[in-house]
């Protein structure tokens, strides 16, 4: 049984805009699974519709072996949800948010004082507890906002965009937090991103989306593998220089297969050592100084652009 399953899911708002177009996916159980995908993409309205706060136009969720629209009040008693606006009340501790939430679910009082020691224990918050929650910075209010959701013990949690506009410290403690929620707590994490290096470092599944529709869904290590080819670097010294190299090479070589990024020429290619020296003689030939050639893996960086096809616009 999956976590999340979703059929073909489309979403058309009143203003014709359509966010999801036929959006089928699959979350196991007990993993951190992120959907990544550029601003307008459709994930937030994806995590709206998984926390039923919106209805899609037509498709089907099911999650934890049951329909969300038939059985909605059990559903949202298993899941927790952490939007980008927060939904912490600034006024109150932390404390009190956590008792205040353990009303709203029905927990009974020293069970919930018990929850809440545990969760501010474990997530090492005790300096950040007493004080009216608007006193912290925004990295730390979205973790006292997680540690909260985590009161009713939710087998999913899902988390739009947790990390976005953080520092580096802050990120790495969210990160810390979402790997802990999984492996102490059990549970399974939903997260939106549209960064690449969290979506690879931190999940166990990744979803690409684009357009509202999924480009591809894997492991890190899958989508890495989706192209069994390597990668040739080219460095120039001018800009006039790779203007050059790129008229040349497009006279050879699949077009989609060429990009420019951050003043070098990237070339994807299946036969490295052919392709090497093929470009290596070219730029000889006709004479084009070139700072240096190398083969690289392709990152999870390269994947995704070309899986969502940015090349062909930075292409010349
Ligand atoms: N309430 C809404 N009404 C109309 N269009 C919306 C609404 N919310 C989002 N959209 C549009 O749907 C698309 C997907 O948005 P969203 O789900 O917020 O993407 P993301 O979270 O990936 O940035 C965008 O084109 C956005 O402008
Ligand atoms: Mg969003």
Redesign the pocket.
């Known amino acids: 049984m999956y976590a999340i399953e979703t059929e073909n899911i489309i979403?058309q708002?009143?203003?014709g805009?359509?966010?999801?177009s036929g959006l089928s996916i699959y979350v196991k159980n007990n993993e951190i699974f992120s959907l990544l995908?550029?601003?307008?993409?459709?994930?937030?309205?994806?995590?709206?519709i998984l926390t039923t706060y919106l209805r899609p136009t037509s498709g089907k969720v099911i999650m934890l072996g049951k329909n969300i629209y038939t059985e909605s009040k059990w559903v949202r008693e298993q899941i927790a949800c952490v939007a980008q606006q927060t939904s912490i009340d600034m006024h109150l501790s932390l404390e009190e948010n956590m008792l205040f939430q353990s009303r709203l679910y029905k927990i009974p009082k020293i069970e919930a004082i018990k929850r809440m020691k545990k969760l501010i224990y474990d997530f090492g918050l005790e300096r950040y507890k007493k004080y009216p929650v608007s006193s912290y910075s925004g990295g730390v209010k979205r973790r006292l906002d997680i540690a909260l959701n985590m009161m009713s013990k939710p087998q999913i949690l899902f988390l739009?965009?947790p990390t976005v506009g953080m520092d580096i410290q802050s990120r790495n403690f969210m990160w810390k937090m979402m790997k802990q929620i999984r492996d102490e707590f059990k549970t399974t994490i939903f997260f939106?991103t549209?960064y690449l290096e969290e979506a690879d470092s931190l999940s166990d599944s990744i979803c690409i989306?684009k357009d509202?529709k999924i480009v591809k869904q894997g492991t890190p290590l899958e989508l890495r593998l989706l192209f069994q080819e390597n990668i040739i670097r080219l460095k120039f010294s001018t800009d006039t220089e790779i203007r050059k190299c790129i008229e040349i090479l497009t006279h050879f070589f699949p077009p989609k297969k060429i990009l420019i990024r951050n003043s070098e020429i990237i070339i994807h290619s299946q036969d490295i050592q052919l392709y090497m020296k093929h470009v290596i003689s070219l730029l000889v030939e006709q004479n084009i100084p070139f700072q240096g050639i190398e083969s690289i893996q392709p990152t999870l960086e390269d994947v995704f652009l070309r899986l969502t096809q940015r090349e062909q616009e930075e292409c010349v």
């Open positions: 979403k708002y009143k203003n805009v359509q966010a999801l995908g550029e601003n307008g993409a459709g994930k937030s309205t994806l995590i709206r739009d965009e939106t549209h989306m509202g």
